[in-house]
């Protein structure tokens, strides 16, 4: 589903990423992994459109992107992206987040599926509460929530337990697992909580200085060896 090649990212004058590859496949967890500071989500806002890469290549389903395609662009193609911090409309209703992810969708899809309130029954019993007035782990269940309104082909999710109590990141790895088994995604996920992310990946990319240090599939990783890579 996703293919990149050789991408390069800037903020400014620094440079950020450097030629960059790895890939991610439908119906798989690709865990991207590294301490703090390596780049990570600015790469998840490259793939995302919401921060222009400098140089190199991205593939969708095997056609190339345009280098400054945008956010919107890339969720018209087929990309969800929950970022780090959720970034709820705090003023606006469950209902109404929700409905933000419509304008990406033909208008014969702007609905929001029962699925995701079966997937997160407590959306369905705030809908019009207000998105600020959600807990940390009810607004990250509305911003994936969101993402998933808008059908994705690739779902891309950032830092998805931070600040989360426990039974939230149950219930969320459960969600990720459950959309992973049902063949119709890929899915990019970025996290720190290490047994979180060993659990679920398929796949592991580990960044280290903005450059890719470990590119491999589970059966090809040791936890050991793993850990070591992401560790302080």
Request: charged share 20%.
């Amino acid at each position: 589903m996703l293919e990149v090649k050789n991408l390069n990212l800037h903020y400014g004058r620094s440079q950020i990423l450097s030629d960059i590859s790895f890939g991610a496949q439908t119906g798989a967890v690709t865990c991207l992994m590294g301490t703090n500071g390596v780049g990570k989500t600015s790469l998840l806002k490259a793939i995302s459109g919401t921060h222009a890469r400098s140089a190199g290549g991205l593939k969708l389903d095997g056609t190339e992107v345009p280098l400054n395609a945008s956010a919107f662009k890339m969720a018209q193609l087929g990309v969800g992206y929950v970022p780090q911090g959720r970034d709820v409309f705090p003023l606006m209703t469950v209902q109404e987040n929700l409905e933000t992810g419509f304008a990406c969708l033909d208008r014969s899809e702007r609905f929001v599926p029962d699925e995701i309130f079966e997937l997160f029954p407590v959306l369905k019993e705030m809908k019009s509460r207000r998105g600020g007035d959600l807990s940390g782990g009810q607004q990250q269940q509305l911003a994936i929530g969101r993402a998933l309104v808008t059908k994705p082909r690739l779902l891309l999710l950032d830092e998805p337990t931070e600040g989360i109590q426990p039974n939230i990141i149950q219930q969320i790895g459960r969600v990720i697992s459950y959309l992973r088994d049902q063949g119709g995604m890929a899915i990019l996920l970025v996290e720190q909580f290490f047994d979180f992310a060993y659990e679920l990946g398929d796949h592991f990319v580990t960044l280290t200085r903005g450059q890719v240090t470990h590119d491999a599939t589970r059966a090809d990783t040791e936890r050991a060896e793993l850990l070591s890579k992401v560790s302080v």
